[in-house]
Structure formats: C-alpha cells, structure tokens
C-alpha cells in the first residue's frame, strides 16, 4: 500500500509568550497560511495554557490547529494546578502533546503515567502527540533502540490509530541544544518505530500514522530532516517562537 502522509509541523512554545507577541505570532502564521492558500503541510501551535482561549479565538477559521503541552490523566477534580483534556477540547484544542522529556524530567512523569495521559486525550476527542527520546547517556551507552521501543510500548496504549495518535522522536540531548543526530541515525530510529507501530497496528494503520522529529529543528537542517522516509514533520521548540523561522521549517516540509 503506497500511503502519502501530509507533514504536521508542531510548535512546542513551552512557557513563553505573554498576550502581546503569543497573539501577534499566531496571527501572523494565520496571514501567511491564509495567503499561502493550499498549503502542503498542517501547522500545529502549542501555546502555553493561558493563551490558548484566546489564540484560539484569534485563529477562528484559520487552518493552524492548535494544542495543549500537557494534560491530566483524568477529567475533573482535586488536582490543583491541572488541566483536564476535556478543558483543552472545550478551549479549542484538536491536539496535546504527551510525555514531552521536559515533563518527564521536571515533573518525574513515567511511562505509566504518559500512556494514561495519551488514553484521556483520546477520551475527549483530541489527538495525543506523543513524545519518546533517548537522554544522551542512554545514547552514549548505545541504548537508544531499547529505550525508544520500551517507551513506545509502554506510554503508547493500545488503540492508537493515524487519527489520534502521533509519535514525536525526540532525543533529549538534542532538544534546545543545536545538536541533531545524523540523519542516519533519525532514518533508523523512525524506521523502529514504524516497524514496532507495524507489529501492533497492522501495516495499513502503521503506514499512515505520523511521526515527527524533533530537537534543533531549524531553518537550516529542516529541509534534510523533513526528506527523510518516515519523517513526517517536526515538533519545533525554539524555532517556533519567530514566524519566519517556523514559517520557513514548514515550508520545507512540503
Ligand atoms: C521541543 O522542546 O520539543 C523541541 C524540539 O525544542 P527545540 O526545537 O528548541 O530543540
């Protein structure tokens, strides 16, 4: 089955952004993909909770999607300083991203922990961008095949599908870093796990599920990364702060 996957270009803005430049950004990717008309990619814009019912009010109609960096794994309740998936959909998210190593780090979120995250994602109707990566000591000690497959298999619950479901790999040493693995090393990573989406979700499903890079995504190295077979677009950090560069990674893409 030959299978054509429109590239997802992801902005991961973490916590940056005040009203003022978080709303001037977004409304200058709506200009440009409004201009851009038939656009050969998909823009995803990830802003820090307390912009996004406005940036979703301010994106009214426009083609860019936007997300959540994180959720709680359950619907209501006593979780002080938690964001429920359903509060994300009601705020007008299509997309959380779930897992992503700053989380993990900072917050010491396991395996277990991101797999019942990605399950209440897809329980509000929203598609899970899930994260997995090696730190550059699991690298170093040429572990970064077992330690992305383990994470797959264990923060991925069963059920994922192409539409609620993408897969963003991410070494952790690369990110913010402006270092990259080879393309090489990209190229084998993705084609793991593609093949380990394949054994659990059959070939078809496999085969149209999008998996992002990311970590140093930039102008300069995008065009290389998104030609890559199964790299289908980026997850994008600090890039993703500036129109033009974002911009720019998107266009790549196509
Ligand atoms: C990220 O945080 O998901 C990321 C990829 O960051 P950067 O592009 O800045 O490396």
């Not at 050969?40 to 996004?52: G, Y």
């Not at 992305?148 to 264990?154: I, N, P, S, T």
Request: negative net charge; aromatic residues 4%.
């Amino acid at each position: 089955m030959i299978v054509t996957r429109r590239p997802l270009i992801a902005g991961n803005w973490k916590m940056n952004g005040l009203s003022g430049d978080g709303l001037a950004l977004a409304g200058e990717l709506a200009r440009r993909i409004e201009d851009a008309a038939d656009p050969a990619f998909d823009l995803l814009i990830c802003p820090p909770f307390t912009l996004i019912s406005r940036i979703g009010e301010a994106l009214a109609g426009s083609a860019i999607a936007l997300g959540g960096q994180d959720c709680h794994a359950v619907e209501t309740g006593a979780h002080t300083g938690d964001i429920s998936a359903a509060m994300l959909a009601d705020s007008g998210c299509t997309h959380v991203i779930v897992g992503h190593s700053e989380r993990r780090a900072d917050h010491a979120e396991t395996d277990t922990q991101v797999s019942a995250k990605v399950a209440a994602v897809r329980s509000a109707g929203l598609v899970a961008v899930l994260c997995i990566g090696e730190t550059e000591a699991q690298r170093d000690a040429g572990e970064t095949n077992a330690v992305v497959a383990r994470q797959l298999a264990d923060s991925l619950p069963d059920g994922a599908t192409a539409m609620n479901t993408v897969i963003a790999y991410e070494p952790v040493w690369a990110i913010g870093t402006g270092r990259t693995p080879s393309v090489a090393e990209v190229e084998a990573v993705h084609a793991l796990i593609r093949g380990d989406l394949a054994k659990r979700l059959g070939d078809d499903e496999a085969a149209r599920l999008r998996l992002l890079y990311g970590g140093s995504v930039k102008p300069d190295n995008a065009r290389e990364l998104m030609s890559l077979a199964d790299v289908d677009g980026a997850l994008v950090g600090g890039a993703s702060l500036k129109a033009d560069d974002f911009w720019s990674i998107a266009q790549s893409s196509a």
